[in-house]
């Protein structure tokens, strides 16, 4: 984050909140990743994450060991596994 600006920082943000919905009975109907570094302190996202991969049947969460804001570049070996795990239709 500190290669980026404040601006981009916000945009990122901000999508990333747009695409929440709190309608009752909410599914998300697409495959979902969320990833987070077991060290990621930066809030409320990282909080709701298992919240969110409640919300649909091809959703994972995962925390990477040891990893903090950026667990793919902390522990690329471990993203690659996860991120073809989804791909290929399971979760790890």
Known sequence: ?????????????LAATRC????PGYRIAKPLLLIAGENDNTGNIRKVMPVWAGEGPS????IIPGARIAPNLD????????LMALLLGRCR
């Open 20 to 23: 929440r919905h709190a309608e």
């Open 59 to 62: 959703c994972c969460f995962e």
């Open 1 to 13: 984050m500190e290669s980026m600006g404040r601006e981009e920082i916000i945009q990122i943000i």
């Open 75 to 82: 522990n690329s070996g471990l993203f690659h596994d996860i």
